[in-house]
Every structure is written in structure tokens, then in C-alpha cells.
């Protein structure tokens, strides 16, 4: 589709967006791999007053953040790991783009909600908790923590496409489990909410 087919399919629903006071949001994949495209998209919208979000990684190329600022209210930035090595072994990526976009969305006065997904055993030790919060509550563009309790459901499409499996085996945290982590996130001074 183009840019102009999107935006004509969404204003479609604009009585919907206007009652919910609620907007668009472009995720993926990854779209900012796409930033043009993002960009146009939204002009598109903003004209006719509607709100504008990017669920990104943030694993991106600045160039992607600086094209799509203007037209983009808020930015939902995946951080998966506090730490590069380990990251890099979960994604295939190392985090040093995402810390550095981050720091670029405060200087271009952005807002942004940080998803941490809590996979038990892998990010959710004291050294993690401690690497992330302390971190995070030095970029002031972050306004919201979003803690989201890990699920494997995805590893039955993985078998069903005949894919490698690359989840973590690791249980789903209990409801407690993430009150507990939400408690020390916000201990650090940050809004977070599961």
C-alpha cells in the first residue's frame, strides 16, 4: 500500500479515534526501517488531528528518529536487556543504537514509553533491574515504564513456519512477581505500570 492508501484507510475509522480520544500506531517488524514512509503516514494524519505513535527497537540508524520527530507524538521503545552482550545473544543485536537513540529523542524534546519485557532468568536479576532503572531514569524523555510479563505463545508459530526456535524457555511471571518488579522500577523514580 501507499502512504496515502494507509492514511485513507485509517481516517476511515476517524469518528472511532475521535470518541476513544486514542490514535495510530505503526509497528512491525520494525517500521522505522521504513522512516520515509512513517513520515508520510503521519503528515497525512496530523492534518486531521490524529495522534501518532512508533512501537519501535530502536535498533535503527539516527536518520530514522530525525524523519519521523515532527510527526510522531510518542515513541514505544523496546529495551530487552540492560546489557550489550547480553542483548546481542537475545536479538541478534547488540543495545548501544537504542541507548543512543533514547538520548536522541530527549534532545528532540520527544516522548517515549520504555517495554521491558520480564523473562525470568534472563533480565529480571538485580544487576538487570538495577543497570535498567538507574539508566533509564537518566534519559528524561522516558515518561512511562511498561513492564510486559513474558510469554512463549509465539514459539507455536515458529514450529508451524518450520523456523528455528530462538525463545528463552522460561516460565511466565506471576502477577506478583511483576507487582515486585514494577515496585523496584519505580523505587528509581519512574512511572511504570504492568
Not at 507524538?73 to 540492560?82: C, E, G, M, N, T
Not at 510469554?151 to 524457555?169: F, I, N
Not at 515486585?180 to 522500577?185: M, N, S, T
Amino acid at each position: 500500500m501507499t502512504a496515502e492508501e494507509v492514511a485513507e484507510a485509517v481516517l476511515q475509522g476517524k469518528p472511532f479515534y475521535e470518541a476513544s480520544v486514542g490514535g495510530v500506531t505503526l509497528s512491525g517488524g520494525e517500521p522505522l526501517l521504513y522512516p520515509d514512509f512513517c513520515a508520510d503516514v503521519f503528515t497525512r494524519l496530523k492534518a486531521y488531528g490524529i495522534g501518532t505513535a512508533i512501537d519501535t527497537s530502536a535498533a535503527v540508524g539516527r536518520r530514522a528518529f530525525l524523519v519521523t520527530a515532527p510527526v510522531t507524538d510518542l515513541y514505544l521503545v523496546d529495551v530487552k536487556h540492560p546489557f550489550s552482550d547480553a542483548h546481542r545473544a537475545l536479538t541478534g543485536f547488540g543495545n548501544e543504537a537504542v541507548w543512543e537513540n533514547l538520548s536522541l529523542l530527549t534532545e528532540l524534546s520527544k516522548d517515549v514509553e520504555i517495554r521491558i519485557p520480564i523473562i525470568p532468568g534472563v533480565n529480571d536479576g538485580d544487576a538487570e533491574i538495577r543497570a535498567a532503572a538507574g539508566r533509564l531514569r537518566e534519559i528524561p524523555a522516558v515518561k512511562r515504564v511498561r513492564l510486559l510479563p513474558y510469554r512463549d505463545l509465539a514459539r507455536s508459530k515458529y514450529e508451524a513456519l518450520g523456523m528455528q526456535d530462538t525463545m528463552p524457555h522460561a516460565a511466565t511471571p506471576t502477577p506478583e512477581e511483576m507487582e515486585a518488579h514494577r515496585i523496584r522500577f519505580a523505587s528509581y523514580g519512574l512511572e511504570t505500570v504492568v
